[in-house]
Nanobody
Framework: QVQLVESGGGLVQPGGSLRLSCAAS????????MGWYRQAPAKERELVAA???????NYADSVKGRATISRDNNKNTMYLQMNSLKPEDTAVYYC???????????????WGQGTQVTVSS
């Protein structure tokens, strides 16, 4: 069974920075994609950034230039560094892991419990 545990959320002033971490445990092997999603009140969950097991990254337009996603495969840990935070970045941030297996490959999603990020003065 896969478990994901996020940490690093909190209250940050506009223009500030924070780093989120997601530690994965369990049966993790092969091709996978790890990502950060966020959900603000009354809004749908949206992708913030994702990184493949090979290191390819993708960012939402809203965070390009302000966010950096990275991962340490030896530690099964993913990070999201966010700078120049804005009030509209306020949301619950969720860690996601998509594992691929089988032929044709099928993805199975796992989610963390979420961590609150509030950007406010």
């Amino acid at each position: 069974q896969v478990q994901l545990v996020e940490s690093g959320g909190g209250l940050v002033q506009p223009g500030g920075s924070l780093r989120l971490s997601c530690a994965a445990s369990g049966s993790i092997f092969g091709i996978n994609i790890m990502g950060w999603y966020r959900q603000a009140p009354a809004k749908e969950r949206e992708l913030v950034a994702a990184i493949t097991s090979g290191g390819t990254v993708n960012y939402a337009d809203s965070v390009k230039g302000r966010a950096t996603i990275s991962r340490d495969n030896n530690k099964n840990t993913m990070y999201l560094q966010m700078n120049s935070l804005k009030p509209e970045d306020t949301a619950v941030y969720y860690c996601n892991l998509r594992l691929f297996s089988g032929l044709p490959p099928r993805g199975v999603d796992y989610w963390g419990q979420g961590t609150q990020v509030t950007v406010s003065s």
